[in-house]
């Protein structure tokens, strides 16, 4: 027996949805030669990360292996998948291999971080295969919510394992191969060691439905409206942004695309030739002379994203135009858990202006991009793997994932971010914890999910920043008064008097009260006045801020 | 024709789920005089309201006109509408009328307000009507999710109107009056002005399904769980929280009521003889002594709150209970929007711990509290009223409620907080617009939404707070370096130097190159420093934090 393995390490998108980054490896226990599936981001939330650009993966065991990565292979071009590719490349280093539609989007992320876009190479779907250290690696078509998504075959010497990535199985897509069950047959029927499969829609009890089932509803919607009509999606659906275009144009309007991720994702499909017979297009300038009734705008911010395309038109205009009385808005998209608020407040100042929204509440106008449990089902019915692991999935999705796979008798394991797994036997086995966690990008900083800064600003969200100033004088007497101020507090309290000035009156007697030990100490000093700070503010508005202290002496 | 006038004004509910507060008044233009329909609370959110512990409507105007108030009711207990009572009920200072389980949640609310419990009136259901000035006012019974809900007949000189409060129509309620139709068509028989209508429901098409539904296929469940079972719906839910009880108590299982408000709603319809035959509860501390599969937990927390007994169990230990592998955890209740995230996570959680989670998207251990669309259509057959105003909404429910009423070739109207309308003639007319909005409980203060305490608040969680220290001496010349402290900002940016050392060299610079003027004035010293700070940052870190200034003068 050899004393080589195979591993299996999620860094991201194992217990969460979001963030994918798979490191699979082969060799010696310690030695094994690396490659990673996919480095995506997810997005920050006021609740949780107020102020955070966006959140990746924590890289730190790969970047200091890095020595051991042989490649880095792309499954699609979602953010999640695909968007931490320009902040890391460099601290990787290696050479980084997608399908044309997902380089063209990687290649914009290289170039958007000031990173050579030679490193992302452009392969071809499968029989063609990538070499990668121990590894081979190709890439399988398969049916998602965005053109090319693929699984990867990844064979080893010991033994083949398939990696889903995000997938759905339609056999109808509209933009994009479809799903082909009996490729996927023949890719398993030499059999296979482990699929490593999307988890997102376990919970999902129905079979999932074929994009190409939108598009006569969305026809007849858009037929039937009377004046301008508004649809949003996910702008990285290009088969449905076509089927969108596609309605309003049987319906002789003219198109306009909102919104620059939009443009950016139909001039990609059509560079890489995945999108070949997309309606003319109007500018937003030319959209302004278009009658309303003659004209079809697709705009991004389906989730309801301040900035975008859609909130900009619900809030009153964009790009010159404005909707009224009459027109349509149609959301072509499912709600993100943690959005609702965002789209429902544009839900509503659209109804204020009297414009009719319909959204998916019907289940007519949109459907998933993820396979669902009996679709699952299927695939493993197909595959026939020796072992299924979950992955993409929170904890729950993951579990339900298991459970489905050993009640169908194949071997199954829920492994969150950091477990290692030994694929090497007849079962999956936990071989080892990495530490993994998030980093955050704040501004142009990566910053830790630890480091504390993002704790003290919502400490400041919460309970408001008091910032206490104190000056004392060579032989450490105060000089003056205390000066307080304040951000994020009401300006008075139950005493009536302005907050500032009880701060500054309770600060001030303090002082007159503290020994020459506690004014001479500044730590000392410092935590007296912080705790007289908060205590009286307590007192005054029941709430106790945060406290900055500043002691500056003139020695 | 007389002068007098028939009015409605919402100050609260209508644009809006949440704090509803209606007035209706009856007199001269002006002289009117008032009662007013509940007086409810909604809640914060990180996103917009960091730090605010409850949002009140804006009383301003009811309290600048408490002399014409002749009374306040209170159609039923919920938060949403009687929540404010105690915090308003001293400026405003009219009596209060309820029906018994809401006037027993009312008292509390004064007594916790330091208010006289006295004032808080206990009424009888129809035909047992109040007089307050011009108008009568009766509690006609309505079936909702929470004991003894009632509609207001409010009879005016100028004709009846009907305030429906919230509703739904259940004639199976498990707990309280069943909606009694033959009652409602009697009460409408002599012609209704007016039907003032709960809207929340008004996008869901199908009929809504009774209370009594849920209970078979509760007992179902709980009688298959193999280990423990712990239940959380809303506390106020009585009929909700009987029926898991007694699916618990068939079940051979000790019920066990979990968390302050649950046991507190419990209490409160037992004492006012609402809940006649509720199953023998057993302490938190007895319950740890019960075989996990004789033992049935009633949990509050349904919308993933961080601080109630379900998120607690969910993160480790309550009261010396913990969750384990083979427990089950039901969610016999709907998640708010907005609560989405907070009510997954506490399900991972029980993924993690091995508790199995059933939550409602079966539909089968919930139920709304609300009308659906057929069933307004229905109330609207059974009053026939002359008008529909529809109230307790976003603006897209009214919108859409005034067109379904519209469509059935009734008067309908669309007014949002702050519309008052006239209801005297044959339609009703926008007569004046009065200033609403919102006030925050922060602490112990009550701010304005307006004030700018909660844009600081957001402001500093978004971008961080930097506090730039300098003192200046007698002659207007700088005593030493100016000093900067951080907060919610990382300590080092693209120089790879502490954040700190950059700023305050960069200030110290600028305090240098500053001409005597700039140092003599305190606006232009101020103005100049933070600019600098901020732009420093922006070059270090990529963000502009909120910057805080302080000048201390030795003069």
Redesign the interface.
């Known amino acids: 027996m050899s004393s080589d393995r195979l591993i299996y390490l999620p860094l991201g998108g194992a ?1 969460e949805i979001g963030m994918n980054a798979y490191v699979y490896g082969y060799g010696k226990q310690g030695q094994e030669r690396l490659i990673l599936v996919d480095l995506g981001v997810t997005f920050s ?3 949780t990360t ?2 955070v650009d966006l959140i990746f993966p924590d890289m730190t065991w790969l970047m200091e292996n890095k020595e051991r990565l042989e490649a880095i292979f792309i499954t699609h071009g979602h953010e999640d998948h695909i968007g931490a590719i320009g902040q890391f490349w460099e601290k990787l280093g290696a050479p980084v291999y997608a399908r044309a539609f997902t380089a063209n989007l990687a290649r914009h992320k290289m170039r958007d971080n000031g990173q050579p876009e030679e490193a992302i190479r452009t392969v071809s779907a499968w029989p063609e295969v990538t070499e990668a250290g121990p590894f081979k690696v190709g890439f399988l078509p398969m049916s998602h919510s965005i053109p090319e998504s693929a699984a990867l075959v990844i064979d080893s010497p010991d033994g083949r394992v398939i990696h889903t990535g995000d997938f759905k199985l339609d056999e109808t897509p509209i933009v994009g191969e479809p799903f082909d069950p009996e490729l996927w047959a023949s890719v398993s029927k030499s059999g296979v060691k482990a699929l490593v499969c999307d988890s997102t829609n376990v ?1 999902s009890r129905h079979e999932g439905r074929s994009e190409a089932s939108v598009g006569p509803e969305i026809e007849k919607l858009v037929a039937a409206a009377p004046q301008m009509v508004v649809a949003t999606t996910f702008a990285s659906n290009v088969a449905r942004v076509k089927t969108l275009a596609e309605a309003g144009e049987r319906a002789g309007r003219s198109i306009c695309l909102m919104g620059r991720a939009m443009r950016r994702m139909i001039e990609a499909a059509i560079e890489t030739g995945v999108l070949t017979d997309f309606p003319k297009v109007v500018s937003p300038e030319d959209a302004g002379n278009i009658p309303r009734e003659n004209l079809m705008l697709l705009a991004t911010g389906s989730q309801g994203e301040r900035r975008a395309a859609s909130a900009q038109l619900a809030r009153g205009k964009h790009n010159g135009i404005t909707l009224k009385d009459g027109d349509m808005f149609l959301f072509s998209s499912k709600t993100i ?2 959005n ?2 965002g789209v ?1 407040r544009i ?2 100042q ?3 202006r009297g414009v009719d ?1 319909v959204d998916d ?1 019907s289940g007519l106008y949109h459907v998933s991009g993820h396979a669902n449990r009996p679709d699952l089902e299927r695939l493993q019915d197909i595959v026939n793997p020796q072992m299924v692991i979950p992955m993409h999935g ?3 999705h993951l ?1 339900e994932h298991a459970k489905l796979s050993e009640s169908k008798g194949r071997q199954s394991i829920v492994a969150v971010n950091g477990t290692m797994l030994d694929l090497s036997g007849n079962e999956p086995k936990v071989t080892e914890f990495v530490e993994t966690g998030r980093t955050y990008l ?4 990566k ?1 830790g999910a630890l ?1 504390g ?2 704790r ?3 400490r ?6 008091v ?1 206490v ?1 104190v ?1 004392l004088d060579e032989d450490d007497e105060p ?2 008064e205390p ?1 307080v ?1 304040l ?8 005493s009536f008097a302005p907050l500032v000035d009880v701060l500054e009156e309770d600060l001030n007697q303090f002082l007159g009260r503290a020994g020459q030990k506690t004014l001479a100490d500044d730590d000392k000093l410092e935590e007296g006045l912080r705790r007289v700070a908060r205590n009286s503010a ?1 007192d005054e ?3 106790k801020p ?1 406290a ?1 202290v ?1 002691i ?1 002496r ?1 020695s």
């Open positions: 217990g939330d006021m609740e107020p102020g919970f858990p943690g609702e608020k429902i839900i509503n659209f109804s204020e929204v509440s929170e904890h729950r579990r704040d501004g142009s900083v910053i480091d800064v993002v003290d600003r919502i400041m969200a919460l309970n408001g920043h910032i100033n000056i000089l003056g000066w101020e951000m994020g507090l009401p300006e008075q309290g139950s307590r508005i029941g709430k945060e900055t500043i500056s003139l």
